[in-house]
């Protein structure tokens, strides 16, 4: 039996592929060691990286626990298929010298599908185990394990194999080391908050390696296959000679254009907050009314004056003027609530590999009175995804940054204008975990000086800042699904609403106004002309309508099903997303009625129509006189 060995167990065309990358990554970093495969698929695995290649019968996904005990090695390393080893790994075996089994605890160690109990409830101080870095000697009590890991997983029936491994682990007489978690390190988001002091990591176990076009890509644009790369540029990314910020404070920046008569209800939120360490800066973008005169009324607040150059560059001024290690964006005629900062940071120190974190806001009147709070959110667990759907953050003042992320990705760009806020999440969500909380943070005015209401440069601003990702979105089938669907409901969100205010200024004759809303869609949304019908445009919204609902219908059913499992099913919890259940149900069933009579109607009247023109050509030809025989 050979001594030091890596084994990989791939079952499936995309596996072979991300094996092969991985076999690679190994024979850069430890060159010394031997690889074998096992593969149902071997004629595409690459013969130059691997020693030996097994066929596996029988695959499916967790083919590794039917052929992890037929390794050859004396002491096996066995990985995914989706890592990249970054470092030189050949000490790892040293620990086999007094240990029987070595594996990394696992990160997402709360998962309901990791943490189900098979026969015996097991006290949650000993580890969650992740099973895609295993290190083991081939001994005869280990190969038992193995053989018995095999048996129960097929038999418990549960989607991850972990369950079992830990149970025969915790049963087990075996030596067991759980390894460091450079040697497993199971999120990109963690490179993120890696500090150059902190020990270096040698196995990256990402998503993303199982999928060979993302890799392909990379390499088309010139950037190396090498994840020790990706592993640099992320410790660049946030912290590694990044600027922090004064440690603990807060800097609160309120761009103010001619909003003096908000401005001071801004002003005075802050300093209502229950987190004392802040500061406040705010900055006129070349307004004509008093707004320096109401930001001289409280002492403290620093006041910055420019030309009026647009929020986007107001915002990056009180950025370049801040001393926070943190940074919240308040608009001036938008308001934070009490524990707005208090809760922001809190959700920041429990994620500190996050970027920003956003919390929950409520919408009010142009005289501060309540008006509705924010619909519940749901939220895809790749937030990147969420945010290339729909802005579901919502305005800034709901978000608290990092400081050190401005140094990575830039500030806001003028040019998405309306949408800079929008454009900021996605970039900064593109390249870092971010987070969010169910706290009420802030208050958004709707009044009718928002420039919110101007549909067509919502429009435009919207579909700009989504183009922009586009070469990030290339190449990913999920990514780009979700780009789909977010430019078609930008352009259901503001191209449907810029149709009614077309059709409101061709009603009033204000033709010059009408004509720029008609030019806006042929730029950004051609079928909006057709819209401008009025029993088109309400056939047109029901679809849209009803798959919106289904989605939330969807999205409670999921969080009721988790509630259940968690909580007592009499809980006031439960009752109350049950009765959210039910009035979503009654909701999708009016809205599914609704469709199906306005089709029904519609092919009555296409059917009477049709009738009225064959009943027309009757009477013509009636009318016609015919030619005589034989004339």
Not at 153 to 182: C, N
Not at 579 to 604: T, Y
Request: proline fraction near 4%.
């Amino acid at each position: 039996m050979s001594e030091n060995g890596v084994i990989f167990i791939a079952a499936g065309a995309k596996y072979v592929h991300a094996a092969n990358l991985a076999a690679q990554s190994v024979r850069e970093m430890a060159p010394s060691l031997m690889v074998d495969l096992f593969a149902d698929v071997p004629d595409i695995a690459d013969q130059t990286l691997f020693d030996q290649i097994h066929q596996i019968e029988d695959p499916h996904a967790r083919s590794k626990v039917d052929y992890i005990h037929r390794t050859r090695f004396a002491r096996t390393l066995y990985m995914d298929t989706d890592i990249r080893v970054v470092a030189d790994i050949s000490e790892m075996f040293k620990v086999l010298d007094r240990f029987d089994i070595a594996l990394a605890h696992a990160h997402a160690r709360n998962r309901p599908e990791t943490t189900e109990v098979w026969n015996v409830q097991i006290p949650e101080a000993f580890p969650q185990m992740n099973g895609g870095v295993i290190l083991f000697k081939a001994t005869p009590p280990v190969l038992e394990l193995m053989r018995e890991w095999q048996a129960a997983y097929h038999r418990a029936g549960f989607s991850k194999d972990q369950v079992t491994l830990r149970e025969l682990i915790w049963l087990s007489d075996l030596r067991l080391h759980i390894l460091p978690p450079e040697y497993n390190l199971r999120y990109e988001k963690y490179l993120s908050v890696w500090r150059p002091r902190e020990a270096v990591p040698r196995i990256l176990h990402f998503e993303r390696f199982k999928y060979k076009p993302k890799m392909a890509r990379k390499k088309q644009q010139g950037q190396s296959e090498n994840a020790e790369e990706d592993l640099q540029d992320g410790f660049r990314d946030l912290r590694e000679g990044q600027p922090a910020g004064a440690a603990g404070l807060v800097s609160v920046v309120i761009p103010c254009y001619n909003q003096a008569h908000f401005l001071g209800e801004a002003i005075e939120s802050v300093l209502a907050q229950s987190y004392p360490r802040f500061e406040i800066i705010v900055v006129d973008d070349g307004s004509t009314d008093d707004t320096s005169k109401v930001a001289a009324r409280y002492p403290g607040v620093r006041y910055v004056y420019q030309n009026n150059q647009g929020v986007s560059a107001a915002r990056n001024s009180g950025l370049a003027r801040s001393e926070g290690e943190y940074v919240v964006f308040l608009d001036a005629d938008d308001r934070l609530l009490p524990e707005a900062l208090e809760a922001g940071l809190k959700c920041l120190k429990a994620h500190s590999e996050c970027a920003f974190a956003s919390g929950r806001y409520r919408f009010i009147a142009g005289d501060g009175s309540f008006l509705k709070p924010q619909r519940q959110r749901f939220v895809d667990k790749d937030s990147y995804v969420a945010l290339l759907r729909r802005n579901y953050i919502g305005p800034p003042a709901a978000v608290m940054y990092r400081r050190a992320v401005f140094e990575s990705v830039g500030g806001f760009d003028p040019p998405a204008d309306m949408s800079a806020d929008t454009d900021i999440y996605l970039r900064i969500a593109s390249r870092f975990p971010i987070c969010s909380h169910e706290e009420e943070v802030a208050e958004y005015r709707w009044h009718g000086a928002n420039t919110s209401g101007d549909y067509a440069r919502m429009l435009s601003t919207a579909l700009y800042v989504l183009r922009k990702q586009r070469e990030h979105v290339r190449g990913n089938e999920q990514y780009q699904e979700a780009y789909d669907a977010g430019v078609r409901g930008r352009q259901g969100a503001f191209g449907d609403r810029l149709v009614d205010e077309v059709r409101a200024h061709a009603r009033e004759r204000e033709w010059k106004r009408a004509l720029r809303g008609i030019v806006a869609l042929l730029r950004h949304y051609p079928r909006g002309i057709t819209l401008l019908n009025e029993r088109r445009m309400r056939r047109h919204r029901l679809p849209r309508q009803l798959e919106a609902r289904r989605q939330e219908l969807e999205a409670h059913e999921r969080w009721l099903k988790e509630l259940e499992g968690a909580e007592e099913s009499g809980s006031a919890l439960v009752a109350k997303e049950r009765q959210n259940v039910q009035r979503l149900r009654r909701r999708v069933r009016r809205l599914e009625r609704r469709i199906q009579d306005l089709d029904q109607r519609a092919r009555i009247l296409q059917g009477g129509m049709i009738r009225r023109l064959l009943k027309g050509l009757r009477s013509l030809r009636a009318r016609v006189p015919r030619k005589k025989r034989g004339s």
